[in-house]
């Protein structure tokens, strides 16, 4: 008996001396412990992804941050930020005030610095950014939309595009490629069609199984890979009238027959990050539906990784759909559904509020901040935050820049040829003419990312 107590000691002294810095933990139990230092507001600060784009000023050839950067680590005490590197209307940044490669990757490390001087306990961001056909940033490589890759027919052309994507988000200092998306589209009127890889679900199965297999999520350890994010979980496309975000009665045998298998392909080819989707099925929004994201995602398929929402997500709970009474009960119910990180932040505020009133286990929060720490110390983060910004001069290279080119040679689809037009004779071929409203805007054909 008094052995037996004496190795539950020595147990017990064993498990409080094991501390988060020790490399040789698996990344799991240095996720337990580290979250077990922090506080509740450290916490829930882990699971907010505020807009990248609003942290930095480029002055010439200069960047600084902001003060709302400095704020957001200092009290909000943030674990990631979306779209950082992004450049388009919506974020207002262009050639002018946006960041080329080697600024991107400046701003990575002083981010990262800033970050790791400036947390109690010295946690490094995630930097997630939008990559369905290429990193959404000036000078990356871009590649042809998700039709035009669904259209090679090839998944190895497209897993040596998913290599080139992380190795540019990489690079410059980012470390979650949102893509690809795998809804499934059979109605033409839904907005977003131009982002799928179109109405099968085989197809779209291989060619997001590859893609995720290039980006190397399932190892994090190499410098080059990054961590896939599946868009968007589930049936986003088939929502009734085609109406975005709208709501769909699929049954059981179409969910499984068509809706699921592509996301489970892609889960198994090591995805580790999945995007819940805007529309609802039979009645329950994807972001609180916890028989997709904990029954299924994880029950089933073995998923290991974390659980995003989609930008404003959670307040559509009550906002949109109005299963909740309020952007509080929102956050709970989607957290509880298995939602671990929530885009733009918002939301997951509340439940500090919500587990001061109980309506929510402070566990329940631990529950996916390990998660998203997990993750971080897989990827080494914590002992190398930082890039080598003279690498950054790879993003857009000349052999990136070729392969694209490659992708869209073989993208391109004969539809028919009865009149023999195809191929074309050069000696009687004088001019040809490009018709319609984008025939002459560059900026348009490169795609909505």
Known sequence: MKRLLLLTACAAAAACSADWRDTSLPPQKRAELLTAEMTLDEKIGQLTSPYGWEMYERHGD??????????AVQNGHIGMLWGTFRADPWTQKDLRTGLTPQLAARLANRMQRYA????????PLFLAEEAPHGHMAIGATTFPTAPGQASTWNPELIERMGQVIAAEIRLQGGHICYGPVLDIVRDPRWSRTEESYGEDRYLTARIGEAYVRGTGSGDLSQPR???STLKHFIAYG???????GGSNLLGERELRETYLPPFEAAVKAGARSVMTA???????????NRRMLTDILRGEWGFDGFVVSDLLSIEGLHETHGVAGSVREAAVQALRAGVDADLKGGAFASLREAAEAGDVAEAEIDR????VLALKFEMGLFENPYIDEAAAAEVG????????????????????????TLPLDPRRL????????????IYNQLGGY
């Open 368 to 371: 996916a901040v390990e998660r």
């Open 62 to 71: 200069s960047v600084r941050l902001t003060d709302a950067f400095r704020e």
């Open 116 to 123: 790791v001087q400036h947390s109690r306990l010295g946690i």
């Open 430 to 441: 004088r001019r040809g003419a490009v018709i319609g409203p984008n025939a002459d805007n």
């Open 397 to 420: 290279c000349a052999a990136h820049s070729e392969l694209a080119l490659e992708a869209a040679r073989q993208s391109v689809t004969l539809l028919e040829n009865r009149s023999g």
């Open 238 to 244: 088939a929502s009734e009238g085609g109406q975005n």
């Open 278 to 288: 805007y529309n609802s099925v039979d009645g329950i929004p994807c972001t609180a």
């Open 225 to 227: 890979h990054a961590l």
